[in-house]
C-alpha cells in the first residue's frame, strides 16, 4: 500500500469507486508484508462485488493469502472466501475450499468446513460441483477429506438446500466416483447415499441394492483364494443386507452365495487379521436369506446348503463293545456355523417345501434325520446347563465376559432346536420364526400377534458395526464328546 494510504481511505466505497487503481493497490497488497497482507486479507472481499473487471485477479490474491506462511493471515482470508461465491465464480470457490481441506491446522480446517457449509447455502449443486470435482481429479489427501466431509456434512443441512435436484446429482455423480474406489471410500458413499431422502423409498432402495450388486461384480468368476476378490464381495454385501426387505429382494446376492461362495467355504482367504470368514459369509447369508424372492435354481441351491448343512452336522460316532467310543477322534461340534445353515436352509425351505420328502432318496433322509436327532439329543443337554449357570443372573453379573459367552451360546443352541423340531415333523415345516443370535430381538407392534420366539431371558449383545476390520464374533464351541444315555454327565466348557 502506498504510505500515505490510511484505513480511513481504504474503507471509503465513494473513494474506490472512483478510483480502480486504489482496489488493484488492494490487490498488490498480498505481496507486502504481515499488516498489509492482513488488511487485504479483508478488504479484497469487502469491494468484490463493485469490481467485476478485477474478479479472477481478487480471487488469485485471496488465494495466494490462504496459502500464506502465517497461519493468522491464512484463517482470515479463508474466513472470507464465501465473499467471492457469486454467480459463475463459486463453483470456483468451492473448488479452492475443497483443496484447502487438506490443512493440518484444525482451527483453519473448521474454518474451510463453515466456509463450505456457508456456500452450500447458497448453492448446493455449484459447490458440489466444486467437491467431485477435487475427488474425481484431486491429490489423495483432497479426494479423501472430501468424501468425509460429504458423509458427515449433507446429513446437517436442512431439507430446503438438499433438495431433489441436489440429491439427484450427488447419485449422478456419486456413480462417477464409485468406479474406481478403495473399499473403504465404498462404505463412505454407501453412507453418504444411503441418507439421501429420495432413496428411502422402495425404488430408491432397489436403485441402491443395483449399484452395490454393480460393484460386488456378481457376474465375474468367483476366486476364493484372492483376498482382494473375498473382501470386495463381503464389503459389498455388507452394504447391501440392509437394503433388503420384503419389498427389495435379496435374491441375486443370495443365487451368487449359493452357487459359488458356500462350495468353496472352506478355499476362502482374507485380508482382515482374526476374522472368521467362513462364519462371516454364513452370517451373511443367513441375513439375507430371509428376503430371497423367486429364485430360478432353487433346488439345485437348497441341495447346496443342504450338503454345506450335512458338513457341519456329525454323525454319531460308533461304539465299541463296551460302549465306549470306537473312534480316536470325537466329533467336533460348530454351532454357529450350524445356526447360520440351518436358519438359511430354513428360510429357503419355505419356497420348497417338500424339498426333503421328495427330492432325496430314502437313505440320505434317514442319515440326515440321524445327524439332527444326534445334535438335538446334545442340545439339550447344553440349553440345560446353560440356563442352570445363568439362573438368577441379573444386570451386572451378566456382563462378565464369560457369562457373555454363555447368553449368546444359549440363543444360538436354543434356535437351532427350534428350526430342528421344524424339520422333524411329518411333512417338515418351516413355520417357526426365531432371531439371529447376533441379533437384537424384534419388538412386536402392539395388537400383532408375535411370532419371534425370544430364545433367552437375557438382551443380545450389540450388534457389530459393519466393515472388513470389525471384531470378529466369537464363536461358541460345546465341548465336544460322545451323546449317551447318560448326557446328563457333561459339564458346559468355558
Known sequence: FPEYCTISHLCCLSFLLQHKDAYQAILDGVKGGAKEKRLAAQFIPKFFKHFPELADSAINAQLDLCEDEDVSIRRQAIKELPQFATGDNLPRVADILTQLLQSDDSAEFNLVNNALLSIFKMDAKGTLGGLFSQILQGEDIVRERAIKFLSTKLKTLPEEVMTKEVEEFILTESKKVLEDVTGEEFVLFMKILSGLKSLQTVSGRQQLVELVAEQADLEQTFNPSDPDCVDR?????????????????????????????????????????????????????????????????????????????????????????????????????????????LYSFHQLGRKLPDFLTAKLNAEKLKDFKIRLQYFARGLQVYIRQLRLALQGKTGEALKTEENKIKVVALKITNNINVLIKDLF??????????????????????????????????????KSPAGPKRDARQIYNPPSGKYSSNLGSFSYGK
Open 233 to 341: 464381495l463381503l464389503q459389498c454385501t455388507r452394504q447391501a443386507v440392509p437394503l433388503f426387505s420384503k419389498n427389495v429382494h435379496s435374491t441375486k446376492f443370495v443365487t451368487y452365495f449359493c452357487e459359488h461362495v458356500l462350495p468353496n467355504l472352506s478355499s476362502l482367504t482374507t485380508p482382515v487379521e482374526g476374522l472368521d470368514i467362513q462364519l462371516e459369509v454364513l452370517k451373511l447369508l443367513a441375513e439375507m436369506s430371509s428376503f430371497c424372492g423367486d429364485m430360478e435354481k432353487l433346488e439345485s441351491n437348497l441341495k447346496k446348503l443342504f450338503d454345506k448343512l450335512l458338513e457341519y452336522m456329525p454323525l454319531p460316532p460308533e461304539e465299541a463293545e463296551n460302549g465306549e467310543n470306537a473312534g480316536n477322534e470325537e466329533p467336533k461340534l460348530q454351532f454357529s456355523y450350524v445356526e447360520c445353515l
Open 425 to 462: 415333523h411329518i411333512p417338515p415345516s418351516y413355520k417357526s420364526t426365531v432371531t439371529l443370535s447376533w441379533k437384537p430381538v424384534q419388538k412386536a407392534d402392539a395388537g400383532q400377534k408375535r411370532t419371534t420366539e425370544d430364545t433367552t431371558s437375557s438382551s443380545p449383545p450389540k
